[in-house]
């Protein structure tokens, strides 16, 4: 049992203080659960349909509704580390199905674990098993778990102070591929008449050009019919005999209107414009290299990792086996800088982020080439790449509220 490791938890800094430094500029990285990062989403100056959800009390409620029964059909999540009251029941729970006690030891225990006091619970070596399968053996074990519990009380959120990263890239990227083609009825915008001239005449050579197939068909069917022959075999015949007179050896392109331009020099204008079609959601890619000076910054550096490591992935049902998944929690990104009387504030030349999902998350525990680890086993040196994705385009009035 790693007792340091919280995916939920109200966060660490790295290095220690950094965000107490004057004239810093660091990275603050808010980790929401999901509906919590919702419902924070408007504070955080969004006006999109993400914000709308976190508001709007009815979509809350329907929302609300769906979920439970999702869970109570497919199978609950263990969305949380352990809380105190659902540590309590497991632990009574493991109780009651041991045969390490007689009925008058089980109630003596609930009573002292509704009192706080868990000491009776190991004597002899006894163990419990708790309903995700962690296996408790002594007291040591069990206060681990108490000190996390009470730590994850309430945690919807966690905040986590980094040095600005090696690498901070972020990109806006508009889509205009709704392509409308006006082609030669944009001339009428310009010239009116000489535009109408020309689609009579246009016209008129296609209908003239109809007429003719049609004409032609109908010969070469009368014909047919009066010599007695298979209309669609007589037309087979006639076709193959053009076809080997002006076109012998497969070569020739059927002669059409843009190929007769084609051979003058001139290519049809298709007077194409694009429309704006949407805004692709923008992403940040972050780099850090984390060195551990200390025990201290070695456990900041493994709860850093283990969070967003467990915040990127779903929810599940304690043993895995349900069928639904809770959505992967929600991040901010915020460039703070620590002015003169150490007073924090929005960064003046960086961006802040929407909300957005960690896309894809690297770490390297051999950046120096060489695996090196500490005497009790930590790693003192990693380097870790993060991309995040705002899980909403931006719009003008983003950036006029929030200041993106």
Not at 68 to 90: P, R, V
Not at 362 to 370: A, E, F, G, V, Y
Request: with cysteine; glycine share 10%; net charge neutral.
């Amino acid at each position: 049992m790693n007792k340091y490791k919280k995916i939920y938890g109200s966060g660490a800094s790295y290095p220690v203080g950094v965000s107490n430094i004057r004239y810093a500029s660091y990275l603050e990285i808010t980790k929401y659960k999901y509906n919590s990062g919702l419902k924070a989403a408007y504070d955080n100056g969004q006006r999109d349909v993400a914000a709308s959800f976190g508001q709007n009390s009815i979509v809350q409620a329907a929302r609300n509704v769906v979920n439970e029964s999702g869970k109570g059909i497919f199978g609950g999540l263990d969305e949380t580390d352990y809380d105190l009251s659902k540590l309590n029941a497991d632990i009574i729970k493991d109780i009651k199905e041991s045969d390490a006690f007689n009925k008058e030891e089980r109630k003596q225990i609930r009573k002292n674990i509704a009192n706080g006091d868990y000491s009776h619970i190991f004597k002899d070596g006894n163990e419990i098993t708790l309903q995700n399968g962690d296996v408790i053996k002594n007291a040591e074990q069990l206060q681990a778990i108490k000190r996390e519990a009470k730590s994850a009380i309430g945690q919807e959120s966690a905040i986590f102070n980094l040095p600005m990263p090696q690498e901070f890239s972020y990109n806006y990227n508009a889509d205009w591929s709704n392509e409308f083609k006006m082609g030669t009825m944009a001339r009428l915008m310009d010239d009116f008449a000489g535009g109408l001239g020309q689609m009579v005449t246009t016209g008129a050579f296609s209908v003239g050009t109809e007429l003719a197939n049609i004409t032609g068909k109908l010969a070469v069917g009368g014909f047919a019919e009066g010599a007695g022959f298979d209309g669609g075999r007589f037309e087979n015949v006639i076709g193959a005999a053009f076809k080997g007179a002006t076109n012998p050896l497969g070569s020739t392109d059927a002669l059409d209107i843009n190929r007769m331009l084609g051979l003058a020099g001139l290519a049809p204008n298709e007077n194409a414009i694009n429309f704006f079609k949407k805004m692709q959601n923008r992403k940040f890619t972050v780099s850090f290299d984390f060195f551990a000076r200390s025990p201290e910054e070695g456990t900041n550096i493994d709860e850093i990792i283990y969070a967003f490591k467990g915040g990127m992935h779903p929810s599940a049902s304690q043993k895995g086996t349900g069928g639904v998944l809770g959505f992967p929690d929600l991040f901010v990104l915020k460039p703070m800088f620590v002015q003169e009387d150490q007073t924090k504030v929005r960064h003046p030349m960086m961006p802040k982020s929407k909300m957005c999902a960690l896309t894809d998350l690297q770490i390297n525990t051999t950046p120096s080439n060489n695996f090196v680890t500490t005497k009790d086993g930590k790693i003192p040196l990693q380097s870790v790449t993060m991309m995040f994705e705002e899980i909403t385009a931006m719009t003008q009035s983003d950036i006029k509220a929030g200041d993106f």
